[in-house]
């Protein structure tokens, strides 16, 4: 086993090409950066609206020697 090539990735590139055309391959495209977007979005918004969360329900106790 030699694994994938450049040339074979090529080849698999080129039938892609010729199975879906351009404009498909494109619409795919701009579709799938659109939902990681999306996806990265709503992370961040949850992790900020967990982390207010957190420190409203419980207070910060600072320990006094």
């Known amino acids: ?30 579709d ?5 977007k999306g996806f990265k979005k709503a992370m961040n918004d949850d992790s900020a609206k967990s982390g207010a969360d957190a420190d409203s329900a419980a207070p910060r106790v600072d ?3």
Do not use: C
């Open 32 to 36: 799938l950066g659109a939902a990681l």
């Open 63 to 65: 320990h006094k020697d």
């Open 1 to 30: 086993m030699e694994g994938i090539s450049i040339t074979k990735l090529l080849v698999i590139a080129v039938l892609i090409v010729l199975l879906f055309g351009t404009n498909k391959l494109r619409t795919l495209g701009s």
